[in-house]
């Protein structure tokens, strides 16, 4: 019997709802969402483009995503905590990406606070990864009545509060939990989707910073 939120694909697999059978959603799902990540520079351009994401799908910054990266020097953030007005003024002129100026100011404020967190953690990936939620704050099974129910964890709420408190902007606990749950902080694919064991099975030999 079929579970509730997952869809089989032509190749037989089970697969949790969300990617709509596209196949550029559906290599995301299968590939990235919910696989560790312990790059600095991965971590922060999830973070940012999570940020540009909010009101929009993630759909839409996913097929932007390349653009995104040329436009944010690759979201490496010591060159992006240097940019000024004149990139503001060429992003905003930037068609390839989500043109909004709060969230490109923000991505260039958060620039420079995770230029801070490396430097007190020495690592993004460190602190990131310090706000892991124990088994004992997970659900028992992950179905698709439990997912809808959680757009925001009392973790995410913690990590948004933590950011926030350090200066970084467009990390709401939904935008948060969303990039935990896409860099594997957490596993959140369904019940009965193929990649949640073997997300789980990374996750068994993942060694954390």
Excluded at 21 to 27: A, F, I, P, Q, T
Excluded at 52 to 77: M, P, Y
Aim: hydrophobic share 40%; proline share 3%.
């Amino acid at each position: 019997m079929e579970k509730a939120g997952i869809i089989i694909g032509d190749d037989g697999r089970g697969r949790c709802f969300w990617h709509g059978g596209l196949e550029d959603y559906r290599r995301y799902h299968d590939e990235e969402w919910g696989r560790p990540v312990t790059d600095d520079f991965r971590l922060f351009e999830k973070i940012c483009l999570e940020g540009f994401q909010s009101g929009l799908s993630w759909l839409t910054i996913l097929r932007k995503r390349e653009n995104f990266r040329a436009a944010f020097a690759g979201f490496d953030f010591e060159k992006v905590a240097r940019f000024g007005e004149e990139d503001v003024a060429r992003l905003l002129a930037d068609t390839g990406i989500v043109r909004h100026r709060g969230k490109i100011v923000s991505t260039i404020n958060n620039a420079a606070r995770a230029i801070e967190l490396r430097h007190e953690f020495g690592s993004l990936a460190k602190y990131f990864w310090g706000f892991e939620p124990g088994s004992h704050e997970r659900p028992e099974a992950m179905d698709l009545e439990t997912l809808r129910a959680n757009p925001t964890t009392p973790v995410s709420v913690k990590l948004s509060k933590a950011l926030k408190k350090r200066g970084w902007t467009f990390v709401g606990p939904t935008t948060v939990y969303a990039f935990m749950q896409a860099m594997g902080l957490v596993n959140d694919h369904l019940d009965g989707c193929f990649c949640q064991r073997e997300v789980e099975d990374l996750r068994l030999k993942f060694k954390r910073p």
